[in-house]
């Protein structure tokens, strides 16, 4: 069965849409199919693209996010997601106020080796290559992960 998931950060136009190309290309390489999406807690940017200089490092690295509108989380997610992913330990609190906490993983767990317990904001830190690089480190892992699952069924 094809796995659905939601990647969650707070604005959806930075992290977020950034995991959700990034896994979708690699899952593609690997030849998983998967249902991807993502979803922001916060309101402010509902229907816009991307933002530019997150868009602008990902399309340097071969990623083109320029099709994707924000949104935010909903409460049917909950139960159309297998599994949500979030950025950060504050996404997995904001997202309580939706749903049960009980689908919901922190992204960086995939990526032990990191050293990172979250994906910090690059709409904060200016570091889109870098969060990019992490982003790029957790998807391989979730990859890994999911591809573990589907040869045991
Ligand atoms: P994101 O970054 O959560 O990675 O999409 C943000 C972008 C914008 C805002 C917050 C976070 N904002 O407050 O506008």
């Known amino acids: 069965m094809t796995q659905r998931i939601l990647f969650v950060c707070l ?20 030849g998983m199919t998967l249902a991807l999406d993502s979803a ?7 229907g816009k693209p991307p933002y530019g200089p997150m868009q602008e490092a990902a399309r340097i690295k071969g990623y083109d996010l320029s099709m994707l509108r924000a949104r935010q989380v909903a409460q049917a997610d909950f139960t159309q997601f297998d599994l949500i992913v979030v950025m950060d330990k504050d996404n997995a609190e904001d997202l309580t106020a939706f749903g049960p906490p009980d689908r919901v993983k922190l992204f960086t767990d995939f990526a032990p080796n990191s050293g990172a317990d979250y994906v910090p904001d690059p709409y904060f830190t200016r570091d889109f290559e ?16 999911l591809g573990s699952y589907s040869t045991q069924d």
């Open 40 to 46: 922001g807690t916060g309101n402010w940017h509902i």
């Open 130 to 145: 870098g969060a990019l690089a992490l982003i790029e480190e957790c998807a391989e892992g979730l990859l890994d992960v």
């Open 11 to 30: 604005g959806n136009i930075c992290r977020s849409p950034t995991a959700e190309a990034v896994t979708r290309d690699k899952a593609a390489a690997r």
